[in-house]
Protein backbone atom coordinates (compact mmCIF):
# COMPACT_ATOMS: atom_id res chain seq x y z
CA UNK A 1 0.00 0.00 0.00
CA UNK A 2 2.80 2.41 0.93
CA UNK A 3 4.60 1.73 -2.71
CA UNK A 4 1.33 2.67 -4.45
CA UNK A 5 0.81 6.05 -2.73
CA UNK A 6 4.29 6.70 -3.21
CA UNK A 7 3.67 5.61 -6.81
CA UNK A 8 0.63 8.34 -6.86
CA UNK A 9 2.36 10.65 -5.25
CA UNK A 10 5.47 10.54 -7.67
CA UNK A 11 3.18 10.81 -10.44
CA UNK A 12 1.33 13.81 -9.25
CA UNK A 13 4.13 15.57 -8.53
CA UNK A 14 5.41 14.66 -12.46
CA UNK A 15 2.51 16.11 -13.61
CA UNK A 16 2.55 19.49 -11.63
CA UNK A 17 5.96 20.09 -12.64
CA UNK A 18 5.15 19.41 -16.00
CA UNK A 19 3.06 23.22 -16.39
CA UNK A 20 5.82 24.83 -14.02
CA UNK A 21 8.54 26.97 -15.83
CA UNK A 22 11.16 29.43 -14.24
CA UNK A 23 9.48 32.78 -13.05
CA UNK A 24 9.50 35.06 -16.63
CA UNK A 25 10.73 39.05 -14.83
CA UNK A 26 11.72 41.35 -17.74
CA UNK A 27 14.36 43.77 -16.70
CA UNK A 28 15.39 47.12 -18.64
CA UNK A 29 13.03 47.12 -21.51
CA UNK A 30 13.67 49.79 -23.33
CA UNK A 31 10.94 52.51 -24.07
CA UNK A 32 10.28 52.89 -27.96
CA UNK A 33 10.67 55.92 -29.56
CA UNK A 34 6.95 57.62 -30.66
CA UNK A 35 5.40 57.60 -34.00
CA UNK A 36 5.25 61.03 -33.83
CA UNK A 37 9.09 61.60 -32.74
CA UNK A 38 8.51 63.32 -29.52
CA UNK A 39 10.40 62.49 -26.43
CA UNK A 40 8.85 59.95 -23.66
CA UNK A 41 8.13 61.80 -20.74
CA UNK A 42 7.40 59.98 -17.52
CA UNK A 43 3.97 60.64 -17.68
CA UNK A 44 3.52 59.10 -21.66
CA UNK A 45 5.03 56.25 -20.24
CA UNK A 46 2.56 55.85 -17.25
CA UNK A 47 0.02 55.80 -19.95
CA UNK A 48 1.46 53.59 -22.35
CA UNK A 49 1.64 51.25 -19.47
CA UNK A 50 -1.76 51.71 -18.15
CA UNK A 51 -3.11 51.63 -22.02
CA UNK A 52 -1.28 48.08 -22.34
CA UNK A 53 -2.39 46.51 -19.26
CA UNK A 54 -6.18 47.83 -20.28
CA UNK A 55 -5.69 46.24 -23.73
CA UNK A 56 -5.05 42.89 -21.74
CA UNK A 57 -7.19 42.76 -18.91
CA UNK A 58 -5.04 43.50 -16.34
CA UNK A 59 -5.81 46.33 -13.71
CA UNK A 60 -3.67 48.41 -12.76
CA UNK A 61 -3.01 51.17 -9.96
CA UNK A 62 0.01 53.49 -9.18
CA UNK A 63 1.67 52.95 -6.07
CA UNK A 64 4.50 55.44 -5.87
CA UNK A 65 6.14 57.82 -8.73
CA UNK A 66 7.94 54.96 -11.56
CA UNK A 67 5.79 52.03 -10.05
CA UNK A 68 2.75 50.37 -11.35
CA UNK A 69 1.27 47.18 -9.44
CA UNK A 70 -0.78 45.20 -12.21
CA UNK A 71 -2.69 42.34 -11.26
CA UNK A 72 -5.23 40.05 -13.48
CA UNK A 73 -7.64 37.34 -12.55
CA UNK A 74 -7.94 34.52 -14.90
CA UNK A 75 -11.29 32.00 -14.12
CA UNK A 76 -9.80 31.05 -10.36
CA UNK A 77 -6.00 31.97 -11.03
CA UNK A 78 -4.38 35.47 -9.87
CA UNK A 79 -1.16 37.20 -10.66
CA UNK A 80 0.28 40.25 -9.47
CA UNK A 81 3.44 42.06 -10.95
CA UNK A 82 5.58 45.42 -10.43
CA UNK A 83 5.66 47.31 -13.01
CA UNK A 84 8.98 49.79 -12.61
CA UNK A 85 9.55 53.00 -15.24
CA UNK A 86 10.97 55.85 -16.32
CA UNK A 87 11.81 57.75 -19.89
CA UNK A 88 14.24 55.30 -20.78
CA UNK A 89 13.03 51.25 -19.37
CA UNK A 90 10.72 49.90 -17.85
CA UNK A 91 10.64 46.55 -16.01
CA UNK A 92 7.49 43.30 -15.04
CA UNK A 93 8.56 41.60 -12.13
CA UNK A 94 6.63 38.70 -10.56
CA UNK A 95 4.86 40.01 -7.29
CA UNK A 96 2.54 37.24 -6.38
CA UNK A 97 -0.33 34.83 -7.04
CA UNK A 98 -2.77 32.60 -6.01
CA UNK A 99 -3.57 29.13 -7.49
CA UNK A 100 -0.40 29.20 -10.03
CA UNK A 101 1.38 26.72 -8.52
CA UNK A 102 3.93 29.39 -6.89
CA UNK A 103 7.35 28.00 -5.76
CA UNK A 104 9.38 30.44 -4.53
CA UNK A 105 12.68 28.12 -3.27
CA UNK A 106 12.84 26.85 -7.34
CA UNK A 107 11.48 30.65 -8.74
CA UNK A 108 9.00 28.57 -10.60
CA UNK A 109 5.37 29.02 -11.73
CA UNK A 110 2.34 28.04 -14.10
CA UNK A 111 3.29 28.48 -17.73
CA UNK A 112 0.51 30.79 -18.10
CA UNK A 113 2.19 33.09 -15.80
CA UNK A 114 4.50 33.50 -18.45
CA UNK A 115 1.94 33.49 -21.26
CA UNK A 116 0.27 36.33 -19.43
CA UNK A 117 3.51 38.31 -18.86
CA UNK A 118 4.41 38.38 -22.54
CA UNK A 119 1.42 39.76 -23.70
CA UNK A 120 1.78 42.06 -21.57
CA UNK A 121 4.73 43.14 -22.28
CA UNK A 122 3.59 43.28 -26.05
CA UNK A 123 0.54 45.80 -25.13
CA UNK A 124 2.86 48.23 -23.21
CA UNK A 125 5.45 48.20 -26.26
CA UNK A 126 2.75 48.92 -29.03
CA UNK A 127 1.36 51.53 -26.57
CA UNK A 128 4.26 53.26 -25.82
CA UNK A 129 5.23 54.03 -29.05
CA UNK A 130 2.29 55.61 -29.98
Request: with cysteine; proline share 2%.
Amino acid sequence: MTRKLLIAASAALLVSACTSNPIMNLDDRAVPSRIDGSKQTVKTVEKGILAGCLDKGWTCREVSPGLIVASIDVRKHHAEANINYDVDSYSITYKDSKLLDYNGRRHTIHRNYNRWINNLDAAIHKNLAI
